[in-house]
């Protein structure tokens, strides 16, 4: 079973048990979050697209860490023109374990004759 939820403006396809890295939430480290902007739902190649979300479905997580990513360097120069620059940038991240995928089951609808 696998879903795909979006969190913190990016899409991710996350199961249980897998450790996913975010941009950086406001959540203390050890914490629970849900996300109940799920888009799509497979359950054993039984399909349940969203629009835009499924209702009734939320994947639970844990903080585990917040991390930094590698130095990005940023260098621009114009030549013949002396003009150089250099910036470096480091991304803010979020380590997340999935803890599990919730969907509440949608009552049957009657056949009409």
């Known amino acids: ?3 795909i939820v979006e969190i913190a403006g ?3 396809k996350v199961q ?3 450790k996913v890295y975010v941009h950086r939430l406001e959540a203390k480290e050890g914490s629970k979050v849900e996300f ?3 888009l799509l739902i497979d359950d054993n190649g039984n399909v349940n697209v969203g629009a835009p979300a499924v209702e009734g479905a939320k994947v639970t997580a844990k903080v585990e860490t917040h991390v930094k990513g590698d ?3 940023v260098f621009k120069k114009k030549r013949r023109k002396g ?3 250099k910036n470096g940038h480091r ?3 979020t380590e997340l ?3 599990g995928i919730k969907v509440k089951k949608q009552p049957a609808k009657a056949k009409e004759a």
């Open 83 to 85: 003009y150089k620059k």
């Open 16 to 18: 249980k048990d897998q």
């Open 10 to 12: 990016q899409q991710f």
């Open 36 to 38: 109940d902007n799920v």
């Open 1 to 3: 079973m696998y879903a």
């Open 91 to 93: 991304q803010s991240f």
């Open 97 to 99: 374990s999935i803890t």
């Open 71 to 73: 130095k990005v360097i």
